[in-house]
T-cell receptor
Framework: QQQVKQSPQSLIVQKGGISIINCAYE??????FPWYQQFPGKGPALLIA?????SEKKEGRFTISFNKSAKQFSLHIMDSQPGDSATYFC????????????FGKGTRLSVIA | EPEVTQTPSHQVTQMGQEVILRCVPI?????FYWYRQILGQKVEFLVS????????KSEIFDDQFSVERPDGSNFTLKIRSTKLEDSAMYFC??????????FGPGTRLTVT
């Protein structure tokens, strides 16, 4: 019940295309859903996050869509660029983020020109 | 922009040796975490620390692990007797009050 399931494992997108990464969870007590971006050899960097009181959050080219009834959330990267090539992790936590993050297994995104 | 820092960036040690990984969290943050990431796998929670004590730990965080905040700035993870399976990236993270956790660049631990 603590798991966060992430798909796909890897993704190849053309430059300028839309990258979509999906996550699903079981624990309805989760109330904070961040996405992290990780480049090789670096730590995860917070990209964007959402709480369940909204269904969508947009920051620049990055959008989180949240479906509370389906217990799913997704990251959309518009106009994908080669510099977006990285591993993306979804995560979830409870109690306004007070509990540790539970991470998905990650999606390796490659944006090709 | 404030950031979490970690030292060393890479630590090589022999099996059975003790290692201490160091972290300097963001200065006004109150909650501190250690996570680890085995090569190619997901990030896993080890321990959280608040008000000078452990607030939560995972099943990975057994008696071989300990954490300490020896002064007002450093936050350390000690592994008493390293095993081959402890080889991983270890990330420190910190949080102010609610929500956002900020991660350091990690320490790559290699146990030979």
């Amino acid at each position: 019940q603590q798991q966060v399931k992430q798909s796909p494992q890897s993704l190849i997108v053309q430059k300028g295309g839309i990258s979509i990464i999906n996550c699903a969870y079981e624990n309805t007590a989760f109330d904070y859903f961040p996405w992290y971006q990780q480049f090789p050899g670096k730590g995860p960097a917070l990209l964007i996050a959402i709480r369940p009181d909204v269904s969508e959050k947009k920051e620049g080219r990055f959008t989180i869509s949240f479906n509370k009834s389906a217990k799913q959330f997704s990251l959309h990267i518009m106009d994908s660029q080669p510099g977006d090539s990285a591993t993306y992790f979804c995560a979830a936590s409870m109690d306004s983020g007070n509990t540790p993050l539970v991470f998905g297994k990650g999606t390796r995104l490659s944006v090709i020109a | 922009e404030p950031e979490v820092t970690q030292t060393p960036s890479h630590q090589v040690t022999q099996m059975g040796q003790e290692v201490i990984l160091r972290c300097v969290p963001i200065s006004n943050h109150l909650y501190f975490y250690w996570y680890r990431q085995i090569l190619g796998q997901k990030v896993e929670f080890l321990v959280s620390f608040y008000n000078n004590e452990i607030s939560e730990k995972s099943e990975i965080f057994d008696d071989q692990f300990s954490v300490e905040r020896p002064d007002g700035s450093n936050f350390t993870l000690k592994i008493r007797s390293t095993k081959l399976e402890d080889s991983a990236m270890y990330f420190c993270a910190s949080r102010q009050v609610y929500y956002e956790q900020y991660f350091g660049p990690g320490t790559r631990l290699t146990v030979t």
